[in-house]
């Protein structure tokens, strides 16, 4: 059988008109919108989406940060002393002639000190380093997977509420269908009244089922209010302006546009949320590679270039108190070698590698979810496509039974009991129908998503930038 058009229409411009690569501005639009141009609007425009991507802004910068750390640092300092007690050393006296065994106290240094360096380093070896900088990588595609995984939530949103609203103008258009059939017969009602073919109390009946009607419409219309303010608030529109949607005429759509097969198997590699749980992984291992890093050595080279000067009074012109000053050079090698940590390593990786079986355990238990989840969506899928038909040809019964019975009363030959029993199988069997074509369009959604088909077409379009 042919999928219900909203979904095999959303498809058809999904896969062939990418709504990421379109090179066009979100502006607020006062001609109804399709499905495609929804989806566009909704990318461009949603504030928690705009949210998640910023983040793949934080997490670039985070790894230029830790790229810095291997490339050169210069650093500068400076520093003044004031000596206001000077330290006395004993020496032996007989080096000023004083006789031997005796000792003198004699003061070295000098009240101010200035010193002033410069100092390049740089940094030769590094596991914990380079270990870092493969971490950030991985953090920064967590990242760009969670934007992806809030994309596809996105698109599955928009398109869920637009199904709906789709649904609910059909609604409309056979409420005010029953509307018009109703009016019609309150008028040849009102005439056999008068004419004495029926008694007031029929007429009466016929108003009453079309105040219930108008109480289904104005129901109708509130619901329709709210359904499009949820879908200004997926697509980020100004809840001040108006939306209004496309409404698909079901031919002609189907006439156009081939038919988009759903491949029923599941691609479980396309689940985001399996991509995020395995990328997790990937960092953790990354945290115990960084964490065994610490048992490696690490290797800097420095070049420190100074000067010192000193005097005992600052400011004076004495040449006495000249500030004698000297410079200062050094070139070396830094080598930090871990000895022992009271084990703090060792327990840092014994909380990674239990955080790993947690993970590997949360990864296998995320597999049997979507592989429920497919399994539910495919039995849904199939009753809901069997359901279909079968609602669809009770309709179309109903209707032949209503326009029988309709003639029969207008004839005279059926009471109105039985019109009115006809009218009302004829609204239930549309209800039915419509609930039954929303359910398969949501089936159909369902199983997009479940299966990975759904994550795999916004892929695609990403991919046509």
């Known amino acids: 059988m042919k999928h219900s058009i909203y979904l095999t229409f959303f498809l058809f411009t999904l896969s062939t008109q990418s709504i990421f690569a379109q090179q066009k501005p979100s502006i607020i639009s006062t001609e109804p919108m399709s499905l495609e141009e929804c989806l566009y609007f909704a990318v461009e425009n949603n504030p928690n989406l705009k949210s998640v991507a910023l983040q793949e802004n934080v997490t670039a910068a985070q790894i230029k940060e830790i790229r810095t750390q291997g490339m050169p640092q210069i650093n500068g300092t400076g520093q003044y002393s004031y000596n206001f007690a000077l330290a006395e050393q004993l020496l032996p006296g007989e080096l000023i002639g004083q006789p031997v065994g005796t000792t003198i106290p004699v003061t070295f240094g000098v009240a101010n000190n200035i010193t002033g360096n410069v100092e390049l380093q740089q940094l030769i070896f590094s596991k914990s380093y380079f270990t870092g900088l493969k971490a950030a990588k991985t953090s920064e595609e967590l990242t760009k997977l969670n934007t992806f995984k809030t994309t596809e939530d996105l698109v599955y949103n928009v398109a869920k509420i637009y199904m709906q609203l789709q649904i609910t103008e059909k609604q409309k258009g056979i409420l005010n269908a029953n509307m018009n059939r109703i009016d019609q017969l309150i008028e040849i009602a009102d005439i056999q009244l008068e004419e004495g073919i029926i008694k007031k109390i029929n007429v009466t009946q016929l108003k009453v089922n079309r105040i219930n009607l108008l109480s289904e419409q104005q129901s109708l219309e509130i619901g329709k209010i709210q359904q499009l303010n949820l879908l200004k608030m997926y697509m980020g529109f100004p ?27 599941l691609s479980i590699n396309q689940n985001s949320n399996l991509k995020l749980l395995n990328k997790q992984m990937e960092i953790k291992k990354l945290e115990l590679e960084n964490v065994n890093a610490g048992y490696f050595p690490s290797l800097s080279g420095f070049v420190r270039y100074g000067w010192q000067g000193q005097t005992d009074k600052l400011f004076s012109g004495d040449e006495q108190y000249k500030i004698y000053g000297s410079n200062i050079g050094i070139i070396g090698l830094s080598l930090n070698v871990p000895i022992f940590d009271s084990f703090r390593k060792k327990h840092q990786a014994e909380q990674v590698i239990v955080a790993q079986n947690q993970l590997n355990f949360d990864r296998q238990n995320l597999i049997n979810s979507i592989q429920m989840e497919f399994n539910n969506a495919t039995q849904t899928l199939k009753q809901n496509r069997t359901l279909i038909n079968t609602q669809k040809e009770n309709m179309n019964l109903a209707e032949e039974l209503y326009e029988v019975t309709r003639l029969s009363y207008q004839e005279g030959v059926a009471p109105l009991t039985e019109l009115l029993d006809a009218e009302t199988s004829l609204k239930e069997s549309q209800t039915q129908y419509l609930t039954s074509l929303l359910q398969l369009n949501l089936a159909e959604l369902d199983f997009m998503k479940s299966s990975g088909q759904l994550a795999e077409l916004i892929q695609n379009a990403e991919k046509s930038k």
Do not use: G, P, R
């Not at 939306?243 to 079901?250: G, Y």
């Open 239 to 265: 809840f001040d302006n108006e939306l209004t949607i496309q409404i698909e005429d079901e031919k002609e759509v189907e006439e156009q546009k081939s038919e988009y097969m759903l491949v029923e198997k």
